[in-house]
């Protein structure tokens, strides 16, 4: 039993990446559909499919994004902030920025999932649960 499921998301697409595959399946949530689609409106992964055919739940496949040149990823490091062991909360004033603004943070909010500079906008706080760059 996984008891951390946004860092077996995040594991499997930093592992999918090392290995440079092109395509990773992740078990489906709600919390995880919605960081995936933050991920794609940020230009993070290439395309995403929900599959909810798949046993009861359901799985999220997703097309990683490489440079066509380089083939370097796109994602350099995706980190996991806030655990279940240790929580980790920002206020809207005190949102951290990534890479002086070059990355994303994506808060868990009372609004529903965001980035951290789309949280700042609308006045709330939340979780961070983890940075993307």
Not at 20 to 40: C, D, M, Q, Y
Not at 71 to 80: A, F, L, N, T
Not at 96 to 104: A, C, F, Q, Y
Request: net charge positive; with cysteine.
């Amino acid at each position: 039993m996984k008891t951390d499921p946004i860092a077996d998301y995040l594991t499997r697409v930093r592992n999918a990446i090392s290995a440079g595959h092109r395509v990773v399946e992740i078990p489906a949530s709600n919390l995880k559909k919605e960081i995936t689609k933050i991920l794609f409106d940020q230009g993070y992964i290439l395309s995403y499919k929900f599959e909810d055919d798949n046993g009861p739940q359901g799985i999220i496949k997703i097309a990683l994004k490489y440079d066509k040149l380089t083939k370097d990823p796109v994602i350099k490091k995706i980190q996991r902030i806030s655990k279940p062991g240790l929580r980790k909360y920002s206020g809207s004033s005190e949102m951290p920025r990534i890479l002086n603004g070059l990355g994303i943070a994506i808060v868990s909010t009372s609004a529903g999932v965001m980035t951290g500079k789309q949280a700042q906008a609308q006045n709330v706080g939340g979780e961070v649960l983890c940075y993307v760059y």
